[in-house]
C-alpha cells in the first residue's frame, strides 16, 4: 500500500495533522489507530444509561490560543461552559483553586482582599530556593492550606510527596486574591456542543483520509510505502522499549449511574484527604445534558494502566530526553503529543504543536 | 499487506463472518468499510439532541431461528419488544397488518372470527393465476382493504403500481383472521438493549480483526495479498458495472425532533394515501429511551441515493442474474448480503447466510 502520509494514532494530535494534509495539501493520509475508536483520549459516547461520558477521563477545553480555538471551532459549535471545581476539606465543599471564597467559607471568616493579603501573607513560609512543588505552596500559601489541599492530594495523585516532585508539577497558583472561582481563567472556555467524538468525527471527514481501526501499526508498517509517518504512540514502544519502559501514572477509572437528577454541588469535585479516589467528576454538569440519572467518575490514580500522565520526575526525563535524541535521528518520521514527546499536554497545546508540525511539514514540501 | 481474510464490508454480514473468522478459524481479518462507521445499515447513534436513533432507517429484530437469536445474543443483551404498526387511513390510525382490529375499527363493526370470514369472503375477488402483488391482494382481501391500505402505498413505495409486481414483493399476508395486532408473530422479537452499534462493536471485539473505514477496498485491494475475500458490497460495482448498474429503489430520510413526549400512537405509522412520505417511524417508541423530546423519522421513496432495496422486477433479476453467473468464476471471492446478492434480505436471514457461508469455508479449510 502507498500513502504520502501515515499518521500512527487518531487522537487530537493525529486527527488535526491529517485533517490539514487531507484539506491543505490535498493529499491521501492513513491514520492507523490501536483503539476500536477515534478521538484519542477525548473520547465520549453514550453509556448504558444514554448518559455521555468520557471513556477516559473528564476534558474541559479552555484556551488563550485563538488560532486554536478558530481551528476547532470549523468542526464544532460550543456549549459555553466554564469549568468549576470544589475540594472536599474538613467534611464541606469549598471552591478550588483557593480564593477569597475559599479562605472565608473554609473559617467562617468575611475578610476584604486587603484583610485577605494581610491573612495569606503572615502564613507564607520564606523559602530562598523554591525547588518542589511542595515549596511552591509553602511560599504561596502556608503550611496549613498546604496539608489541607494539596500534601494528601499529590501523594494520592502521583504515589509520591510533592516534596520529591518538580516545582513545575503543580503550576496552577496556590492562591488567588480574588473571588474567581472558575478554575480556568482563560478566554475560551467550552465543550463541543455534541461531544469530542463528533468533533473529531468532523475533522476526518475528508475522502483523503482512511483510517485503520484495532490495528497496532508495527504490524503492517513494513507493507506500507509512505513519504512521512507521524507518530503519536508511545515513543518507547517505537523504539521497541530500547532504553527501557518509560512511566506513566495511570489512573482506574470507576463509573456510576445514580438514580438522581444531581449527584454533587460542581461538576468536579476533589478528594484531597478522604476516599481513595482524587476526584470525582459528574458528566450532565459538564455537558448540559438533561436526564434523570447521573453518571459520576471516580478516579483511582494507580501505576498499571492506560499511561495518561508522563511521569514528572528527573530520572525519567532523562530516559525520555535519551528517547528523543534517538527520534531525531529518524529522517521520515516525527513524533507529536503526550506519548510520543513523552510530556503532558492540554487539548489546545496538542492542536497548537500539530498546527506548527503541520506548517513545518508543509514549508518543506 | 498480508491477511488470510479481507471482508468487505462492515454491515451484520460481514461482522458476522470477520467474528467466526477470527474466533472460530482463529486467523486475522481485515474489514474495509466505505463509510466512516461500522454496522452497515443498522448503525444507529445519539443526535443533537441525544435521542439514539437509527440513521438509515428503523430496524426490529425477529426471527424464528433459534441458532440466529442465539448467536446475536452472544453480543448484546435485548430489549423485549414487538413491532406494532399502525396507517393512517380514512383519518385515522388503525393496526397493521389488517386483522379483525382493524376491519372493526375501520367499519366501527364488532364483527366475531366467523362474521369477519364471511366478510372477507363475501370482497375476495376470485383470481386464477395469481402472479402479481395485486392480484395477491385482490385475492385475500377485496378492492377496497387494496385501495385503502395497498395500492398507493405501493406506488409511493417503488414507483410502481402492485399490478406491475411481482407477487412476491408483497409477501406478508394482507388479512389475519384473528385479534393479533403485532407487526411479527416471530417467537423472538427484540431490540439490542444498548442499540446496534453496541452489538456490532462487541461482534468485531476480537483483536484478530482490524478494520479499515472510509475506505474503498479498489484503492488498496491490489497491495494485499489474501486467500480469501469476502465481498458484501454491491455486486455492480465489483465487476466495474460491465453489465450496467443494478437498479435499487432509496429512502430520503428526514429526521425532525419535536419538543413533544410522545409523537404518535405506534412506534412506526404507515401513510398510504396521504403525504409523500410512507411510514413515519418515533425511535422512542422502539428502544424505550426516557427523553423530554422525540425523534422521528419521515421515509420518502426515491430512486437516488443509498441503495436500499434491490427493485423487484424480472429485468433487474436478470441483470443480476449474469452478475451471479460472473461471480461464480470468482475462486477467491464469495458473495455475502443484500447488495453482493442482490435481494432483500431481514437481519436474521443475512446472519443465517453468512453462518452458511462461514460453516462452507471452514469445511474447506
Known amino acids: ?46 453509556n448504558d444509561d444514554g448518559i455521555l461520558i468520557q471513556k477516559y477521563g473528564p476534558h474541559t477545553f479552555h484556551t488563550n490560543n485563538k488560532k486554536v480555538y478558530d481551528y476547532l471551532s470549523q468542526f464544532t459549535k460550543w456549549r459555553d461552559y466554564q469549568h468549576r471545581v470544589m475540594s472536599y476539606v474538613n467534611g464541606h465543599y469549598v471552591p478550588f483553586p483557593i480564593s477569597i471564597e475559599t479562605i472565608n467559607q473554609l473559617y467562617n471568616k468575611n475578610l476584604t482582599s486587603e ?20 515549596d511552591v505552596v509553602l511560599s504561596n ?24 516532585l518538580d516545582k513545575t508539577v503543580i503550576s496552577r497558583i496556590p492562591f488567588r ?30 475522502p483523503n483520509i482512511n483510517i485503520m481501526l484495532k490495528t497496532d501499526y508495527k504490524d503492517i508498517i513494513n507493507h506500507i510505502e509512505y513519504d512521512n509517518l507521524i507518530y503519536t504512540g508511545p515513543i518507547d514502544y517505537f523504539f521497541d522499549f530500547c532504553y527501557g519502559e518509560l512511566r506513566y501514572r495511570s489512573v482506574r477509572m470507576q463509573f456510576e449511574t445514580h438514580d438522581l437528577e444531581s449527584y454533587q454541588p460542581a461538576p468536579s469535585t476533589r478528594y484531597p484527604n478522604d476516599y481513595d479516589y482524587t476526584r470525582i467528576t459528574e458528566f450532565k454538569k459538564l455537558t448540559g445534558q438533561v436526564h434523570s440519572k447521573t453518571t459520576i467518575l471516580k478516579e483511582f490514580p494507580c501505576d498499571e ?22 527520534a531525531e535521528n529518524e529522517e521520515k518520521s516525527f513524533f507529536l503529543g ?27 514540501k
Request: proline fraction near 4%.
Open 115 to 134: 484583610e485577605m493579603f494581610e491573612f495569606i501573607e503572615n502564613r507564607k513560609v520564606s523559602i530562598d530556593d523554591v525547588r518542589t512543588s511542595e
Open 141 to 164: 500559601a502556608g503550611i496549613e492550606l498546604y496539608e489541607i489541599f494539596f500534601k494528601n492530594f499529590t501523594i494520592k495523585q502521583w504515589g509520591v510527596s510533592p516534596a520529591e
Open 305 to 326: 494502566g492506560e499511561p495518561y500522565y508522563p511521569f514528572p520526575t528527573e530520572e525519567w526525563k532523562v530516559v525520555a530526553g535519551k528517547y528523543r535524541k534517538k
Open 338 to 364: 503526550r506519548l510520543a514527546e513523552y510530556r503532558y499536554y492540554d487539548m489546545d497545546d496538542v492542536v497548537e504543536a500539530a498546527l506548527n508540525l503541520f506548517s513545518f511539514l508543509y514549508s518543506i
Open 177 to 206: 486574591n480574588n473571588r474567581d472561582t472558575r478554575y480556568f481563567t482563560d478566554i475560551y472556555q467550552g465543550q463541543p456542543l455534541y461531544g469530542y467524538t463528533r468533533m473529531a468525527e468532523a475533522m476526518c471527514d475528508h
Open 1 to 46: 500500500m502507498k500513502y504520502p502520509f501515515v499518521i500512527v494514532g487518531a487522537g487530537l494530535a493525529g486527527l488535526t495533522i491529517a485533517e490539514r494534509i487531507a484539506n491543505v495539501l490535498n493529499q491521501k493520509v492513513l491514520i492507523i489507530e490501536k483503539r476500536p475508536h477515534i478521538a484519542g483520549n477525548v473520547y465520549d459516547f453514550y
